[in-house]
């Protein structure tokens, strides 16, 4: 028996942090950097990129492929347990940082945006129109 949307493992976590009211260079500094330092710490990690915008810090880790499930598992694992050792982090951040694995089950099958030069409750009677012609597809 074939499933119909088989999870699907990226081997990719997303670590993002909100730091209100900060330049880049703020979140860089005082946000990526750090974290950073101490995801390379982390063993079974292949790639490690980040970008430091207004307000947020965002990672992306890609994981070993090579190494089995388990192991990745334990990885990410230890990258949410290093980075909550990260104590130092400004204390205007209110949450500490978000690990997110990336995988099938958290990514949608379709996105369908809507525009057009009709009202927003045009759009919306459009919009439940269409999904409900998807969901008979």
Do not use: C, W
């Amino acid at each position: 028996r074939r499933e119909a949307f088989p999870a699907v493992n990226f081997d990719t976590v997303v670590v993002s942090t909100v730091y209100p009211g900060a330049s880049p260079k703020e979140v860089e500094l005082y946000v990526t950097k750090p974290l950073e330092e101490q995801l390379e710490t982390v063993t079974g990690l292949k790639e490690i990129k980040s970008s430091s915008g207004e307000n947020l810090s965002l990672i992306i880790i890609k994981l070993d492929p090579d190494r089995s499930e388990q192991a990745k598992s334990t990885t990410v694992d230890e990258i949410q347990r290093v980075l909550n050792q990260v104590t130092d982090l400004p204390e205007e951040i209110e949450n500490p940082p978000l690990v997110k694995e990336i995988n099938s089950g958290v990514m949608p099958i379709l996105e369908i945006a809507l525009s057009g030069k009709m009202s927003y409750p045009q759009l919306h009677k459009m919009a439940d129109e269409i999904i409900e012609k998807i969901k008979k597809i």
